[in-house]
């Protein structure tokens, strides 16, 4: 029984005249979002999202959800990604220069160990300088 029907919805696909896409389509508002700063949906961040959905009538707060509590330990690991990334650009910086001030110094006592002009030749020097 499925042969059939499928053979008849296939035919009938073929002979309409509106084309199928098989494309993603972006989301409504998306490149609106973007261009003014906010996150490509409406669910990534924002009060919607983080704020809790209720509380209680005395004042106090609802327990957070389970999406609330994973986007929180999400956002804390990239925090904590981002720190550790800085910290070693960080270091790296320092590194570099101390390597610099390093090759710095060692030119500065080769030059001091280079023979130095004497007699005519240091007057001549001072002269044209």
């Not at 973007?34 to 609802?62: I, Q, V």
């Not at 060692?106 to 044209?128: F, W």
Request: proline letters at 5%; one cysteine or more; charged letters at 35%.
């Amino acid at each position: 029984m499925a042969a059939p029907i499928r053979t008849i919805c296939c035919s009938v696909l073929r002979l309409s005249s509106r084309q199928f896409s098989t494309t993603c389509g972006a989301q409504a508002g998306e490149k609106w979002r973007k261009e003014h700063g906010l996150a490509r949906s409406g669910t990534e961040y924002g009060p919607l999202t983080d704020l809790p959905d209720w509380s209680f009538a005395d004042g106090r707060p609802a327990p957070p959800l389970k999406g609330h509590l994973r986007r929180r330990q999400e956002r804390e690991v990239l925090a904590r990604r981002i720190v550790m990334l800085n910290s070693e650009v960080d270091k790296g910086m320092e590194a570099h220069k101390k390597r610099q001030e390093e090759a710095k110094r060692t030119e500065e006592h080769k030059k001091s160990l280079l023979l130095k002009p004497k007699g005519k030749l240091l007057i001549n020097q001072k002269s044209k300088s």
